[in-house]
């Protein structure tokens, strides 16, 4: 009875007044999974079950103002697979505490030394990696046989490549956390994944934080090639596109140097922002005030796409590109191209929930205890 009459109240509110409720109240509100697969707010849409007209006017705002939380790139395909193609296009804020998900796409792993640096030369990517006598046979023969097996013709893709799967995509915010927070591969995982985002489709503004685990934040993230390659190229066609770095105050050396470079200013063109954390400015934190940009042991790196045609095509075909230890030698562009295809078979042939089941699939959720090495346990350097 009281419901019924509680309803009734707020039903002769007037419609704009009660589409002012309904606004404040979704984007006050996260759904989802946080670290450690913890539920919350399993009733958080309650609201919708009240009656059908309230319904029928709050439903259209839930999904563009609600925040959608995932633990995990397994997650972030487990929730968008439930999602019907149009409200795919309205999802507009997703954060992720992202590692990898792993895929099995072939039925062994083929001859590595023969895809060994193809046609496109060594990978560029954010991470230089010389291999200066790695041992490889000691390598392999260290890791137990029946681990060899199961993970034989295993793909790891990370976030970039997991929303290229979702036409239609096109999220004003993502927000990117590390769920990887000790260990030795911290740097890698999250500089891979970064890499894997900034080729990606599928976000308006990027603000990714990363910690520091047993070592730096990301591999060369003050480095004038990265920036060069990895960002300029992607944005200089787009208008009003900016980036925004924060740097632990222990890093203000490597901004210093930065900004000396001859080359700094041609090439960031007042568009990247170096903010050491003792230095930042409180009012340069937007509206994200859940975000502590003080602490010593993140980076938070913001960019903003502007212009950009950011929309996940249904049309198009850009390589999801598979995470891969360097040791084992650079690929070929053939060897991404190949688990590109295969991992895009896989998921227009079967079901999210098949997929799951089969064989050499992994979820990620290991990488939280494991420090990351999964895809990474053979990288050296």
Not at 67 to 72: A, D, F, N, T
Not at 285 to 309: C, N, P, Q, Y
Not at 345 to 370: Q, T
Request: glycine letters at 6%; charged letters at 25%; hydrophobic letters at 35%.
């Amino acid at each position: 009875m009281h419901t019924y009459q509680s309803s009734r109240s707020f039903l002769s509110l007037p419609p704009e007044i009660r589409r002012m409720i309904y606004l404040k109240y979704f984007r006050a509100l996260s759904i989802g999974r946080q670290p450690f697969r913890q539920s919350t707010n399993k009733n958080a849409l309650a609201i919708l079950q009240v009656c059908r007209l309230i319904y029928q006017e709050a439903e259209p705002l839930a999904i563009p103002n609600l925040w959608i939380k995932c633990h995990g790139n397994a997650d972030v395909i487990d929730v968008l697979s439930k999602m019907s193609p149009v409200q795919i296009t309205q999802l507009r804020y997703l954060r992720v505490w992202q590692f990898v998900v792993g895929f099995k796409l072939f039925s062994h792993d083929g001859d590595f030394e023969s895809d060994l640096q193809g046609e496109d030369g060594p990978d560029d990517g954010l991470i230089e990696w010389v291999n200066q006598g790695v041992d490889r046979e000691h390598m392999s023969s260290s890791s137990d046989g029946d681990d060899d097996a199961a993970t034989e013709g295993v793909r790891y893709f990370h976030l970039g490549a997991v929303l290229g799967l979702f036409p239609g995509l096109q999220l004003d915010l993502l927000r990117v956390h590390s769920g990887v927070s000790g260990g030795p591969y911290t740097a890698i995982h999250t500089s891979h994944c970064f890499k894997s985002l900034i080729a990606a489709d599928g976000y308006r503004r990027l603000w990714m934080d990363a910690t520091t685990g047993d070592s730096d934040p990301w591999n060369e993230i003050l480095s004038l090639k990265m920036w060069r390659h990895n960002i300029i190229t992607r944005s200089h066609s787009c208008s009003n596109w900016r980036v925004r770095l924060q740097v632990p105050s222990y890093a203000d050396y490597l901004v210093d140097k930065l900004r000396q470079n001859k080359e700094w200013e041609s090439i960031q063109a007042g568009r990247i922002d170096l903010i050491v954390n003792e230095d930042r400015d409180e009012s340069d934190s937007d509206s994200d005030s859940d975000v502590d940009l003080d602490r010593e042991d993140t980076v938070a790196l913001v960019i903003d796409r502007g212009d950009a045609d950011i929309a996940v095509k249904r049309d198009g075909c850009p390589v999801l590109r598979c995470a891969y230890p360097h040791s084992r030698g650079s690929r070929s562009s053939k060897f991404y191209n190949e688990a590109s295809d295969a991992l895009r078979k896989l998921f227009r042939e079967n079901s999210w929930d098949s997929i799951k089941v089969m064989d050499g699939f992994y979820d990620g959720a290991a990488d939280s205890d494991h420090e990351g090495g999964t895809a990474y346990s053979e990288y050296w350097w």
